[in-house]
């Protein structure tokens, strides 16, 4: 944008739904499991025949105060539902079940890394819904067929305020909720299966013009990548418009993955009324605050502080801090190890380094590392004690703890003969024989070229087999060197 309409900014604000992992749909019993045969999760309640009535799922509940507890959002403790009417095959009902005038979290926050730093985007609200069925137009060349499976499972819908400029900032967010979600245990974040999508809401205007541009809202985006090539094709086509002097038209457009392009459904002239009312067959609910600080004391520590406790307390570079807080089971991995050493810088670059790179090669996940804590407490340990040299330890012994063989890194160590264990008279008459053989060497380190220690090192390295531990080396070789 910037780059390509230095005049122009684009303006974003996206409605975030995501479908809740609950065992049950959200007024009543039917299971929620993704991908069972048409029709098979439908009870008269969900089919809405008459005569039934909903029930409302607690679970549910708590999973939305959750998702606004981290958020930083505030929590309505007075809450009803309201029926949205609406006319569409996939709605048995006739209406969704949804929050109107109050949802149960307002304002709050989630906060993005870009590469132009940190910004905090503020919600506008989250509030609680049921999901509608599913309209099938591939099944028969004569017939739309109906799966009414996803009726009524329990979703919640984040919205943002208009306050994202960039495609780089739509994505960060939305890989931002899909990561918290996931952390906190409420959604598999999966959006393949469709149990996160995006509607984007999009404008441009003058650089300067303190009034928002019409907005499109491009709906139902599965993907982050699609989030992205949406606002990209948008972004252009808006300023083209507005280049050629046109005027914007307020429409809802849908998103084509085969050619990344965007066509419109309809325009706001057919404005969408809901005729919204309380729900009569559900009471209203309210909470008090006990309610809600047991739900807070129930989250696990979340990325945020983390990053901030092992970039400023552990001292790990911003990187890996990041890495680190960003994937639960790592996290939770880190935390485990950590919690019986003090080598946390140790420990992230063993994790960060080899240990990625064996995962990266052998396409497994960090949940499949078997490696207790323990082993890793001790291997570390001999390494920063110096009875072990990391090459070694990572090139001998590794592979045999990641491949769940060896558990006990210690006695790897000894039976493969890699301590690091020559005591300081060894390792002296090994330098001695290193000095004596190479003679000019010795007067050229002497006359000034220091490089020449490596050199030495190396030799000793060698003769010793690697049981001479570096830094002994180095101090001994170099009072050797410096007397004349
Ligand atoms: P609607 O009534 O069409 O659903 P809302 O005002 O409720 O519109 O906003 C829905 C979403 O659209 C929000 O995420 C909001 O931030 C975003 N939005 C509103 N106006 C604009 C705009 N001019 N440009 C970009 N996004 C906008
Ligand atoms: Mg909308």
Same mark, same amino acid.
């Given at each position: 944008?910037?780059?390509?309409?230095?005049? /122009?900014?684009?303006?974003?604000?996206?409605? $975030?739904?995501?479908?809740?992992?609950?065992?049950?749909?959200?007024?009543?019993?039917?299971?929620?499991?993704?991908?069972?045969?048409?029709?098979? #999760?439908?009870?008269?309640?969900?089919?809405?025949?008459?005569?039934?009535? %909903?029930?409302?799922?607690?679970?549910?509940?708590?999973?939305?105060?959750?998702?606004?507890?981290?958020?930083? +959002?505030?929590?309505?403790?007075?809450? /009803?539902?309201?029926?949205?009417?609406?006319? =569409? %095959?996939?709605? %048995?009902?006739? =209406?969704?079940?949804?929050?109107?005038?109050?949802?149960?979290?307002?304002?709050?926050?989630?906060?993005?890394?870009?590469?132009?730093?940190?910004?905090?985007?503020?919600?506008?609200?989250?509030?609680?819904?049921?999901?509608?069925?599913?309209?099938?137009?591939?099944?028969?060349?004569?017939?739309?067929?109906?799966? =009414?499976?996803?009726?009524?499972?329990?979703?919640?819908? &984040?919205?943002?305020?208009?306050?994202?400029?960039?495609?780089?900032?739509? *994505?960060?967010?939305?890989?931002?909720?899909?990561?918290?979600?996931?952390?906190?245990?409420?959604?598999?974040?999966?959006?393949?299966?469709?149990?996160?999508?995006?509607?984007?809401?999009?404008?441009?205007?003058?650089?300067?013009?303190?009034?928002?541009?019409?907005?499109?809202? $491009?709906?139902?985006?599965?993907?982050?990548?699609?989030?992205?090539?949406?606002?990209?094709?948008?972004?252009?086509?808006?300023?083209?418009?507005?280049?050629?002097?046109?005027?914007?038209?307020?429409?809802?457009?849908?998103?084509?993955?085969?050619?990344?392009?965007?066509?419109?459904?309809?325009?706001?002239?057919?404005?969408?009324?809901?005729?919204?009312?309380? #729900?009569?067959?559900?009471? %209203?609910?309210?909470?008090?605050?006990?309610?809600?600080?047991?739900?807070?004391? +129930?989250?696990?520590?979340?990325? #945020?502080?983390?990053? #901030?406790?092992? +970039?400023?307390? /552990?001292?790990?570079?911003?990187?890996?801090?990041? !890495?680190?807080?960003?994937?639960?089971?790592?996290?939770? =991995?880190?935390?485990?190890?950590?919690?019986?050493?003090?080598?946390?810088?140790?420990?992230?670059?063993?994790?960060?380094?080899?240990?990625?790179?064996?995962?990266?090669?052998?396409?497994?996940?960090? *949940?499949? &590392?078997? $490696?207790?804590?323990? *082993?890793?407490?001790?291997?570390?340990?001999? !390494?920063?004690?110096?009875?072990?040299?990391?090459?070694?330890?990572?090139?001998? &012994?590794?592979?045999?703890?990641?491949?769940?063989?060896?558990?006990?890194?210690?006695? !790897?160590?000894?039976?493969?003969?890699?301590?690091?264990?020559?005591?300081? *008279?060894?390792?002296?008459?090994? $330098?001695?024989?290193?000095?004596?053989?190479?003679?000019?060497?010795?007067?050229?380190?002497?006359?000034?070229?220091?490089?020449?220690?490596?050199?030495?090192?190396?030799? !000793?390295?060698?003769?010793?087999?690697?049981?001479?531990?570096?830094?002994?080396?180095?101090?001994?070789?170099?009072?050797?060197?410096?007397?004349?």
């Amino acid at each position: 944008m910037e780059e390509s309409f230095p005049g /122009y900014e684009l303006v974003i604000g996206l409605e $975030v739904h995501a479908q809740w992992q609950t065992e049950s749909k959200l007024f009543c019993g039917d299971a929620t499991a993704f991908g069972q045969p048409p029709n098979t #999760e439908v009870s008269p309640i969900t089919l809405g025949h008459p005569g039934t009535l %909903p029930k409302m799922n607690s679970r549910a509940i708590e999973h939305a105060i959750r998702m606004g507890l981290v958020c930083h +959002s505030e929590i309505s403790m007075f809450n /009803y539902f309201a029926r949205k009417n609406y006319f =569409y %095959p996939d709605l %048995p009902k006739g =209406y969704q079940i949804s929050q109107h005038t109050t949802p149960i979290c307002k304002n709050g926050f989630v906060s993005i890394r870009t590469g132009s730093g940190e910004k905090k985007i503020a919600l506008t609200r989250i509030h609680m819904e049921e999901d509608a069925g599913k309209s099938l137009h591939d099944q028969s060349d004569d017939y739309t067929c109906l799966d =009414y499976n996803r009726a009524g499972v329990p979703l919640i819908e &984040i919205v943002t305020e208009p306050e994202m400029n960039s495609a780089d900032e739509a *994505s960060a967010f939305l890989t931002e909720v899909r990561k918290l979600v996931r952390w906190i245990g409420v959604c598999d974040g999966n959006m393949e299966e469709g149990s996160l999508r995006c509607d984007a809401n999009i404008s441009v205007r003058k650089k300067g013009d303190p009034k928002l541009g019409t907005k499109v809202e $491009v709906k139902n985006l599965n993907s982050i990548r699609n989030v992205r090539k949406a606002i990209e094709f948008e972004s252009l086509r808006l300023v083209q418009i507005l280049e050629s002097e046109g005027k914007v038209l307020q429409e809802t457009r849908s998103f084509n993955a085969d050619n990344d392009t965007t066509f419109s459904i309809r325009t706001k002239e057919d404005a969408d009324d809901y005729r919204y009312f309380p #729900e009569p067959d559900l009471s %209203p609910f309210s909470f008090n605050e006990a309610f809600i600080d047991s739900l807070r004391a +129930s989250l696990p520590a979340l990325p #945020e502080s983390l990053f #901030e406790k092992y +970039s400023t307390e /552990y001292g790990l570079s911003a990187y890996d801090a990041g !890495v680190l807080s960003d994937d639960k089971t790592l996290a939770d =991995y880190y935390e485990k190890i950590c919690a019986g050493t003090q080598h946390y810088k140790a420990i992230a670059n063993w994790l960060l380094g080899p240990v990625k790179s064996w995962l990266n090669d052998s396409g497994k996940e960090w *949940s499949e &590392i078997t $490696v207790t804590a323990d *082993s890793w407490r001790a291997l570390v340990e001999m !390494v920063e004690s110096g009875k072990l040299s990391f090459s070694l330890a990572a090139q001998k &012994i590794l592979p045999h703890l990641l491949s769940g063989e060896k558990s006990d890194p210690l006695s !790897v160590a000894k039976e493969l003969n890699l301590l690091q264990d020559a005591d300081a *008279s060894e390792i002296q008459n090994w $330098v001695n024989q290193v000095l004596i053989s190479m003679p000019e060497k010795v007067t050229e380190f002497r006359k000034g070229k220091k490089g020449l220690l490596g050199l030495f090192m190396g030799e !000793v390295k060698k003769i010793s087999r690697g049981k001479a531990d570096p830094k002994k080396t180095n101090e001994i070789l170099l009072e050797k060197l410096n007397q004349s």
